[in-house]
């Protein structure tokens, strides 16, 4: 492990929310932009959602009102069977309901430093260990010094001022950019109560009437409401006026701000428990909670703060280079900087510091299409969860980056999609299990969305469900969890196995068939010459079915469990559609040889058996990987973070570490755009890294971050089949480089180092206490199998030769 803090730099407060720094807890977010006069701090609660609990189940009903169903769903089969894709098309918009729901902006503190005319900004920081950012000002000789951070140990947003050389004067001010109907200042702090939006349109939703539209009363017990207070302790002269709380020659200040929300009550609850609490009972409980931070005081607020972080982001590392210890300037250093190695190593580690403030248990839904962090009242996509790919790429890297307690929300989501699913799955198409498609929100919306004109290359896609229950696997896999694969995977995946064994349909060539099938988002040229998403058994389709069916029997197996289901996994898993070559060389996307309409799309949703799945591997199916290699090559580079990210990944599982960097530094160019202005979907334009890092394309989409910190650490460990391979995509320009606490699937973890483009040192370590098993380790064509006990530990040298073993740590 390398010593020493990975510390970002700007020298100005941000002049916008692409420049500012962010911050969080898993529950609580905020970007911070810095400065002496209205400093802002734009705060987020991941909880504060448009919508409410009943509206999935209301869009069901107002959908099967239109005479959706399976009797219609038999017409789709039929249509599609013909080739009659217009009146398919037409049959499938009564199937799409209006739209999942919108993640809001909350509030926003603002702080004033009286600074006269001799004010001097010396710069921001933000440490990608602790998550802290630091920020002095010099007053006429007065030096300020002011920490921001969000505590999960207080789940408050937390500032401290100091003051060297005198004292200063100070003005807070609270505000929200939805309906306020509480507003409270007095010597104590501020306060607001706020309304929360019933119904949210997404931006490209344009014919709405009332995009934001808030509630004319309470229904079923469900009040949209939030509350946020802020509190202080300093020793200065404390006023305050109808909406702004003052100081006057302070040397010291804590600011706390909490909040409670009618959403989270839903959230952390049980479908059928109480009603949330009343308007006067959330003011008291952010009130309660702001005032127990300040009384626990900024020095045991920050250590306890600083000892959750790092003890998180400590454990796993990865370092390209020399370098990772040190105060880098952004834009100097990393945007235009020519040191590509730090430029991966920061990456890596922004990655991860994203999603341990976005995602931690017991916090809230999990990470959005921005994280946690939104500033827009219509942001694109409605920043929700798009299911298709972006979500489950924001979690790709949670279990080998060493942030397996960081899945855990998603794994709430997925609870929750499978219970509003199941009458999804049941009353829309007459089949068992529980579904969901497209887009979801922290509701748990499981229909498709498109308002009965919505394309179906996106809006009609049957395995969002399947391909987010990936990830219960996943965490098994690496884990090798028995109880939560027990208590909270099996029923998942078993109820998700149950639609698709209802969903496969008898295909007139003896193959079972999904249709409806898609290739999200992507369209063929049909023998009629025209564009068309409507087909049936897509490459993605098949694989993912196939990923799930397989997960389904090494579970019931792990678990001793001799359950009906897995004798009709395996009768039907022969009978799904293998991947195919077509005759040009590249795997195919549908079964017939459909030429697409965009030859360079930007999904890449036939490879999925690449990665993540990892049916395809150069080894095992050398025929395969060579057709997803041309399928790559004619996709071409570009265009947006999260295809990059995902096109890296797919190289480091091919072992072109060539292409795999080359695919990192475009994505990482500096965007020289307007990033307020959204680019075509289609790629047209390439997006790159905001002054703040955030991946954009734009608009900004926090899956290009998370994907690029996988892709990377991919390219340096791989552990997919039953081996783990080290260094088996690093290209030849990072010569050097190390990484530590790498986790594996099958209960390990990898310490590695590398100089002049050779292994120097390897650590295997058995996370298992009390088993002995044997791993399989793979380095260019050497292969060593090894038998650890439980805790164990062996350090192998450069040709996987044992040089020593312990018990570990």
């Given amino acids: 492990m390398v010593g020493g803090d990975l510390v970002l730099a700007w020298p100005r407060p941000a002049s916008s929310w692409f420049e500012a720094a962010p911050i969080g807890n898993g529950r609580l977010g905020a970007m911070v932009f810095g400065g002496v006069q209205r400093s802002r701090l734009q705060v987020n609660d991941s909880t504060v959602w448009s919508g409410e609990p009943e509206g999935p189940g209301q869009a069901l009903a107002e959908v099967l009102a239109t005479g959706a169903g399976p ?81 999960r140990p207080a789940q408050a947003v937390c500032v401290a001022i100091t003051v060297e050389g005198g004292t200063v004067d100070m003005r807070l ?87 409670s929300t009618s959403a989270a ?14 308007r006067k009972q959330h003011l008291g409980r952010a009130v309660r909670g702001a005032e127990a931070a300040v009384a626990t005081g900024a020095g045991e607020l920050l250590r306890a703060h600083q000892q959750d972080l790092r003890a998180l982001l400590s454990a796993t590392g990865l370092v390209i280079g020399p370098r990772r210890a040190g105060v880098f300037d952004v834009r100097q250093e990393i945007l235009t900087g020519a040191d590509e190695g730090l430029l991966a190593t920061v990456m890596f580690q922004l990655g991860r510091y994203l999603l341990a403030s976005a995602s931690r248990p017991d916090g809230g839904p999990p990470a959005n299409l921005q994280g946690l962090w939104n500033a827009d009242l219509r942001p694109a996509w409605s920043s929700n969860y798009t299911i298709n790919i972006n979500t489950q790429m924001n979690y790709w890297g949670a279990e080998p980056a060493g942030l397996r307690e960081c899945h855990e929300p998603l794994f709430d989501l997925i609870e929750r999609l499978s219970q509003t699913g199941r009458q999804v799955s049941r009353q829309l198409y007459g089949a068992g299990g529980w579904v969901a498609h497209h887009n979801t929100d922290m509701w748990g919306w499981a229909l498709p969305v498109g308002m009965g004109h919505g394309n179906p290359s ?54 079972l068939d999904t249709v409806p099938s898609t290739s999200p988002e992507n369209l063929f040229i049909s023998r009629q010459s ?48 293998p991947p195919q070559i077509a005759p040009d060389g590249r795997l195919r996307e549908w079964v017939d040889d459909h030429p697409e309409h965009d030859p360079h799309h930007r999904h890449l949703s036939y490879l999925a058996g690449v990665y993540p799945l990892g049916q395809i591997d150069p080894a095992q199916t050398p025929d395969l990987a060579a057709a997803a290699v041309r399928s790559l090559d004619a996709r071409g580079p570009g265009a947006m973070g999260w295809s990059w990210a995902w096109k890296m990944a797919l190289r480091a599982r091919l072992g072109d570490a060539g292409t795999a960097r080359d695919l990192f530094l475009e994505a990482t160019r500096p965007f020289s755009g307007d990033s307020t202005v959204n680019a075509p979907v289609d790629g047209s334009r ?26 990377l650490l991919e390219m340096v460990v791989q552990s997919h089949g039953g081996v783990i391979r080290v260094l088996p995509a690093v290209p030849p320009a990072w010569p050097d480089g190390s990484a530590w606490g790498v986790r594996c699937r099958g209960g390990w973890s990898v310490d590695l180092a590398w100089r002049r483009s050779e292994l120097t040192s390897l650590t295997i370590r058995s996370e298992l206490p009390g088993r002995t098993r044997t791993a399989r380790i793979r380095h260019r064509g050497t292969t ?15 040709s996987l030769n044992v040089r020593e073993r312990t018990e570990g740590r």
């Fill in 458 to 511: 996106w809006a009609i896609w049957m395995m969002g469900g399947v391909w987010l229950a990936q990830h219960l696997w996943e965490h098994f896999e690496f884990s090798q969890d028995l109880e939560f694969l027990r208590d909270r995977g099996w029923p998942l995946l078993r109820g998700c196995a149950e639609f698709c064994l209802d969903w496969l349909v008898d295909g007139p060539d003896g193959w």
């Fill in 265 to 278: 009550d839903f959230w952390a609850r049980p479908a059928d428990a109480v009603p949330s609490a009343t």
């Fill in 784 to 798: 060593a199998e090894l038998i650890l006990g439980g805790g164990q530990e062996v350090h192998l040298g450069p």
């Fill in 71 to 151: 009797e219609r769903l038999a017409e789709v089969r039929q249509a599609i069977r013909d080739e009659e894709y217009r009146r398919a098309e037409t049959l499938l918009m009564s199937f799409e309901g209006r739209y999942s729901q919108e993640y809001l902006p909350f509030t926003d503190l603002w702080m004033s430093l009286a600074d006269g005319d001799d004010a001097a900004y010396r710069g921001r920081t933000l440490n990608l260990d602790d998550g802290v950012v630091s920020e002095v000002i010099d007053l006429g000789g007065r030096s300020v010094r002011r920490l921001t951070w969000v505590s």
């Fill in 686 to 711: 390439w997006g790159g890294l905001l002054p703040n890092l955030f991946s954009t394309h734009p608009p900004f989409q926090i899956d290009g971050n998370y994907g690029l910190m996988a892709a």
């Fill in 530 to 577: 025209t564009p068309e998403s409507l087909s049936f058994s897509t490459a993605m389709d098949m694989a993912l079915i196939r990923a799930l069916f397989t997960h389904c029997l090494e579970a019931a197996e792990a678990l001793g469990l001799d359950d009906p289901i897995c004798g009709q996994i395996r009768a039907a898993t022969p009978r799904l559609r």
């Fill in 173 to 259: 001010e609270l505000s929200s950019p939805l309906r306020v109907v509480h507003r409270a200042a007095d010597v104590s702090g501020l306060a607001l109560g706020i309304e929360i939006p019933v119904d949210g349109a997404p931006l490209h939703e344009q014919g709405v009437a009332d995009p934001l539209r808030y509630s004319a009363h309470i229904s079923g017990g469900y009040d949209p409401f939030a509350a946020v207070a802020v509190r202080t302790d300093t020793d200065g002269r404390v006023s305050a006026s109808e909406d702004t709380w003052s100081v006057q020659g302070m040397s010291r200040a804590l600011v706390v701000l909490t909040s």
